[in-house]
């Protein structure tokens, strides 16, 4: 896989105008968010991008949830877990996918 310099985003703004946002995109699975989003509501610390932080033996990595009332950005939506993976039980296809991207992440890093 050849990776590709993604188009601006409309959101990008030159330094001449606007307000520069620092992103960071996921090794893992190219997610690009804002390294600093905002403030968590129930700690009052600046929330920021991680990648350490994760329980990788209990997280439910996989979700089938269920929406109710509002969309899932709005605070009157419901989210009710219904069932849920941890990263051992995913399907072999994912654990493929996270194995082989996670040797390649670590080829490269190893190899500076
Ligand atoms: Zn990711």
């Known amino acids: 896989m ?11 703004v030159g330094p001449k105008g606007g307000k520069l946002v620092e992103r960071l995109q996921c090794a893992l699975c190219g997610w690009i968010r804002p390294v600093k989003y905002g403030v968590s509501k129930r700690m009052g610390q600046v929330r920021e991008v991680r990648f350490d932080k ?6 439910p990595l996989w979700r089938l949830e269920k929406m109710t009332s509002a969309g899932r950005g709005s605070p009157k939506a419901t989210i009710e877990l219904v069932d849920s993976k941890t990263l051992v039980q995913l399907n072999d296809d994912i654990k493929f996918q996270i194995i082989n991207q996670c040797q390649a992440i670590l080829k490269i ?3 500076q």
Do not use: C, R
């Not at 994760?54 to 997280?59: E, G, N, S, V």
């Open 54 to 59: 994760m329980d990788l033996i209990h997280a």
């Open 2 to 12: 050849e990776y590709k310099k993604a188009d601006k985003s409309y959101k990008d």
């Open 109 to 111: 890093l190893k190899s």
